[in-house]
């Protein structure tokens, strides 16, 4: 028995310390972990348990990515199928007919009519951002513009951990490790400003300007040199930062203008998080590739996609002599048969389901309950769009990151999974959330938030 009964929830942990040792794990204080770990044997709809039977209400999604909610029925039996049928195929040059049906469905339902008419298969954010960037390079040169080497990304931004990710992203423990990354890259200011933004409900008023960062850049570097611009449309694991109204429709003004490709990571936002198919859509802005993950599967199996617009997809094609490769890039799971099928059954599930829709009409709820946070001990911002949202607190001199950590850590114990990023509390729900849950989250955080003061 490992769990500290006044932090973590009564896991009765089965495994033992020799077995835990060996799991280095992702993004987790492993010492910390390992002497109390938080052990999760089961999931269904909105709900975790642990291994003695604890009902945790999950309020991330798991991390931002089970939209339609844990094992659904059509989704794991679409899996259980193909696994029988089909376990593997390669796509370098042959291919299984799943691959081309999702690729369709996606291009054709997901948003149509935005050009975005041709998908990359990868296995999960990082690759599809990886592949997005390594396109926009090779893209500038099929047309002979092979200058273009330069990729912008924004401070605060997550962008996954390849090394192109780490390079355009700009949260700092995630690349001060790892020496000098890609050349020529640089960044946008933040579009945070906790001084005249906090408490915005939605997307601030103020911030539209800061999309002229990229002038600035353009400026600096010569527009001849840039490749492309990469944000993500609301930066989530940098703690759910909003766009100000007006600044992502600016920041593709000044791409047309200078011939940059503009590029949105989705890899949150796509998939109903906002209320739509993709952010691009409820921002009314398009961008010349899209890049998502997660609810591409519903998390179920692990996949990633990249989607570019017909012009980027033509250059390649016509910029390559005869039959020959058009892009020396792939990956063994590109289009894997476990995720094909996982995804198709996905976007049955939301669209049957109307999850886009439903997340849309919760969000109103989803702002007005979260916001009564506010006055509450710590709590210096709160931030929402869609069913995204965020409750920053001040930290705790000397210990960063401690009392948000401690937040998430006393509301798994009252049965409510969050996640914490730095000094934030993030949520972003399944969206089969009913408002009662929505609640009971909110309830959770309000009594975690009074205990830690
Ligand atoms: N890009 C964004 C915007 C993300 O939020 C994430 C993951 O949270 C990634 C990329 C990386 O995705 P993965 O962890 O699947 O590599």
Same mark, same amino acid.
């Given at each position: 028995?490992? =769990?500290?009964?006044?932090?973590?929830?009564?896991?009765?942990?089965?495994?033992?310390?020799?077995?835990?040792?060996?799991?280095?794990?992702?993004?987790?204080?492993?010492?910390?972990? #390992?002497?109390?770990?938080?052990?999760?044997?089961?999931?269904?709809?909105?709900?975790?348990?642990?291994?003695?039977?604890?009902?945790?209400?999950?309020?991330?999604?798991?991390?931002?990515?089970?939209? +339609?909610?844990?094992?659904?029925?059509?989704?794991?039996?679409?899996?259980?199928?193909?696994?029988?049928?089909?376990?593997?195929?390669?796509?370098?040059?042959?291919?299984?007919?799943?691959?081309?049906?999702?690729?369709? *469905?996606?291009?054709?339902?997901?948003?149509?009519? #935005? /050009?975005?008419?041709?998908?990359?298969?990868?296995?999960?954010?990082?690759?599809?951002?990886?592949?997005?960037? #390594?396109?926009?390079?090779?893209?500038?040169?099929?047309?002979?513009?092979?200058?273009?080497?330069?990729?912008?990304?924004?401070?605060?931004?997550?962008?996954?951990?390849?090394?192109?990710?780490? =390079? @355009?992203?700009?949260?700092?423990?995630?690349?001060?490790?790892?020496?000098?990354?890609?050349?020529? @890259?640089? &960044?946008?200011?933040?579009?945070?400003?906790?001084?005249?933004?906090?408490?915005?409900?939605?997307?601030?008023?103020?911030?539209?300007?800061? +999309?002229?960062?990229?002038?600035?850049?353009? /400026?600096?570097?010569?527009?001849?040199?840039?490749?492309?611009?990469?944000?993500?449309?609301? =930066? /989530?694991?940098?703690?759910?930062?909003?766009?100000?109204?007006?600044?992502? #429709?600016?920041?593709?003004?000044?791409?047309?203008? &200078?011939?940059?490709?503009?590029?949105?990571?989705?890899?949150?936002?796509?998939?109903?998080?906002?209320?739509?198919?993709? /952010?691009?859509?409820?921002?009314? @802005?398009?961008?010349?590739?899209?890049?998502?993950?997660?609810?591409?599967?519903?998390?179920?199996?692990?996949?990633?996609?990249?989607?570019?617009?017909?012009?980027?997809?033509?250059?390649?094609?016509?910029?390559?002599?005869?039959?020959?490769?058009?892009?020396?890039?792939?990956?063994?799971?590109?289009?894997?048969?476990?995720?094909?099928? +996982?995804?198709?059954?996905?976007?049955? @599930?939301?669209?049957?389901?109307?999850?886009?829709?439903?997340?849309?009409?919760?969000?109103?709820?989803?702002?007005?309950?979260?916001? %009564?946070?506010?006055?509450?001990?710590?709590?210096?911002?709160?931030?929402?769009?869609?069913?995204?949202?965020?409750?920053?607190?001040?930290?705790?001199?000397?210990?960063?990151?401690? *009392?948000?950590?401690?937040?998430?850590?006393?509301?798994?114990?009252?049965?409510?999974?969050?996640?914490?990023?730095?000094?934030?509390? %993030?949520?972003?729900?399944?969206?089969?959330?009913?408002?009662?849950?929505?609640?009971?989250?909110?309830?959770?955080? =309000?009594?975690?938030?009074?205990?830690?003061?």
């Amino acid at each position: 028995r490992m =769990s500290a009964p006044s932090t973590a929830p009564e896991t009765n942990c089965n495994i033992d310390q020799a077995t835990l040792g060996a799991f280095w794990m992702p993004f987790t204080a492993n010492k910390a972990f #390992k002497r109390s770990p938080r052990i999760l044997a089961k999931a269904k709809g909105m709900h975790y348990w642990t291994e003695d039977g604890h009902k945790v209400l999950d309020g991330t999604a798991g991390l931002w990515c089970v939209n +339609a909610g844990h094992c659904n029925e059509r989704i794991v039996s679409a899996i259980q199928k193909q696994a029988a049928a089909l376990d593997f195929a390669p796509t370098f040059n042959m291919g299984h007919p799943l691959a081309f049906e999702y690729a369709h *469905r996606l291009c054709q339902e997901l948003m149509p009519g #935005k /050009g975005l008419d041709q998908v990359f298969f990868t296995m999960c954010g990082s690759t599809a951002v990886d592949t997005a960037l #390594k396109v926009a390079l090779a893209y500038h040169k099929a047309r002979g513009e092979g200058s273009r080497f330069r990729l912008i990304g924004r401070e605060r931004a997550y962008h996954g951990v390849g090394f192109g990710g780490i =390079s @355009v992203g700009g949260m700092l423990p995630n690349r001060r490790a790892f020496g000098p990354m890609l050349p020529g @890259v640089d &960044h946008l200011r933040t579009t945070y400003d906790r001084e005249h933004q906090a408490f915005s409900k939605g997307q601030p008023e103020w911030g539209a300007h800061l +999309a002229e960062d990229l002038e600035r850049l353009v /400026g600096l570097h010569d527009a001849s040199t840039i490749a492309a611009v990469i944000v993500e449309p609301v =930066s /989530g694991s940098a703690g759910v930062l909003v766009p100000p109204y007006g600044y992502l #429709k600016r920041l593709r003004e000044i791409c047309d203008a &200078h011939g940059i490709l503009l590029i949105f990571d989705e890899v949150i936002t796509a998939f109903g998080r906002l209320g739509k198919g993709m /952010g691009a859509e409820y921002f009314g @802005v398009i961008p010349d590739m899209v890049t998502c993950a997660k609810g591409l599967t519903n998390a179920a199996v692990p996949a990633g996609a990249t989607f570019v617009q017909k012009h980027v997809y033509d250059t390649f094609m016509g910029a390559t002599p005869g039959d020959g490769i058009e892009l020396f890039h792939g990956y063994t799971y590109s289009g894997h048969p476990l995720a094909m099928a +996982a995804g198709l059954a996905t976007l049955d @599930v939301y669209q049957d389901e109307g999850l886009f829709e439903r997340a849309a009409a919760l969000a109103p709820y989803w702002e007005e309950t979260l916001h %009564a946070l506010k006055g509450h001990p710590h709590v210096v911002d709160i931030r929402n769009l869609g069913l995204m949202g965020a409750v920053e607190l001040v930290p705790r001199a000397g210990k960063p990151g401690q *009392r948000a950590f401690q937040v998430f850590t006393t509301a798994l114990h009252k049965g409510v999974m969050v996640r914490v990023t730095g000094e934030t509390i %993030a949520l972003s729900p399944p969206l089969i959330v009913e408002k009662g849950q929505i609640d009971q989250i909110v309830t959770t955080l =309000s009594q975690a938030l009074h205990e830690v003061a």
